[in-house]
């Protein structure tokens, strides 16, 4: 008979917990999913935990958006500044938005922790529309009925807001401030900024404003560096241009800062009849900017911005149209819905006829769409297999 002496115990004690060690990391590891970006450095912060008296595995992160879910948010003219659009929003929608995008201007704003929370505390992950310009003047140009020429001057040409003045460093201070901010709320964020690059309406178009090739690229990637040097690791950085409308526009790769530096990328897009009165369906207006950029990056997708128009009567079909073609492209991870009524252009809002409503209303209760969000959630980086 063996004697039990202690040095047989400890052995023996050891032996007990690498064994449970064994079968019990790799199933957490594969709860997290293969597409989780913490699968590898939370599995060896695990091994590492385990080592010490008394440890346990922590609870997997859920990933955001679900695997097979697509997240519905919405973008409205106030934004978090007043809800009541939002709450007709998703009265009609008879859904409860996961995100919600809105916009600020550096010329006007500081960064404000109340409009961050206001958004978190409703449920929804807030995605900020950073705009490097003054908004303010192409607000002033409309309102004294200047031509429009003289609008889109007012716009798009503020050598201020150059792209190589941001490279260069001239609003450090204020992207500190925010960087600041952003990493004291302890919860995820979304930042989109510059959206639209490859246009030619904004100042930080590449286009207009003395702008020359490289130089979106090498903005975003400096803005990137100093959030990430601040600390600032809550971040989903969303990079998101138009829609190629021809084959005349410059590629979209031109303008992509690299995998390191983005985490989902996006599109704008919308049904309009402003420009031409011919019908163009979801596929018509993304599928050739889907395939040009799943040429250079395979990271998760999102419609950052859409609409139609019902000038034709047609915007329930297309809304309609849309969510079923969505179910195709498994890539995309959300869809953001812009509820503004644009009166001198277009009423995008899904609120412009109950028979709209009833339409986005049916086609958002699929099982898809079906999931909430909540702070504790880790925003997915990589596509689920």
């Known amino acids: 008979m063996t004697r039990l002496t202690v040095p047989r115990v400890v052995m023996l004690l050891i ?46 992160q859920q990933l955001f958006p679900p695997a097979g879910k697509t997240f519905i948010g919405v973008m409205t003219e106030k934004g978090p500044h007043d809800f009541t659009a939002m709450n007709m929003f998703t009265a009609a929608a008879e859904h409860q938005p996961q995100v919600m995008l809105f916009s600020s201007g550096w010329a006007v704003d500081a960064f404000d922790r ?11 992950l807030p995605m900020l529309g950073w705009e490097p310009w003054d908004y303010r003047l192409g607000e002033t140009a409309v309102r004294e009925g200047l031509p429009t020429p003289e609008i889109d001057r007012a716009r798009n040409e503020q050598p201020q807001y150059r792209l ?28 989109r900024f510059g959206h639209e690059m490859n246009g030619y309406w904004y100042p930080w178009c590449e286009s207009v404003n003395g702008n020359q090739p490289g130089d979106y690229v090498k903005a975003w990637r400096h803005i990137h560096d100093l959030f990430r040097a601040a600390g600032a690791t809550n971040v989903t950085w969303v990079w998101s241009p138009n829609n190629r409308w021809d084959d005349s526009t410059q590629k979209l790769a031109t303008f992509y800062p690299g995998d390191d530096y983005v985490d989902w990328v996006g599109i704008s897009g919308y049904y309009s009849t402003v420009f031409t009165s011919d019908y163009r369906s979801f ?24 609409g139609a128009s019902d000038a034709n009567g047609r915007k329930a079909e297309w809304i309609t149209e849309a969510f079923g073609m969505l179910a ?3 890539d995309i991870i959300g869809v953001i819905w812009f509820e503004v009524d644009k009166q001198k252009e277009v009423d995008w809002r899904i609120v412009s006829s109950p028979a709209v409503a009833k339409a986005f209303a049916k086609a958002v209760a699929d099982p898809r769409y079906q999931f909430t969000w909540s702070p504790d959630m880790l925003p997915r980086t990589k596509l689920a297999d």
């Not at 060690?21 to 385990?50: I, N, Q």
């Not at 490279?167 to 901010?181: E, M, Q």
């Open 15 to 60: 032996g007990g917990l690498l064994v449970v060690y064994a079968f019990a990391l790799p199933a957490v590891t594969a709860s997290r999913g293969p597409g989780d970006p913490r699968s590898g450095r939370v599995a060896k912060a695990d091994a590492e935990a385990l080592a010490q008296p008394g440890a346990s595995l922590r609870p997997a």
């Open 328 to 330: 195709r492209y498994r």
């Open 114 to 124: 109340t409009l961050f929370d206001r958004i978190k505390d409703r449920g929804m």
């Open 164 to 191: 190589s003045h941001i490279a260069r460093g001239d609003f450090d201070s204020y992207l500190r401030s925010w960087a600041d901010g952003i990493k004291s709320l302890g919860y995820p964020v979304a930042i």
């Open 283 to 306: 596929d018509t207006i993304f599928s050739q900017s889907i395939q040009e950029i799943r040429a250079f990056t395979s990271k998760p997708l999102v419609i950052t911005e859409t």
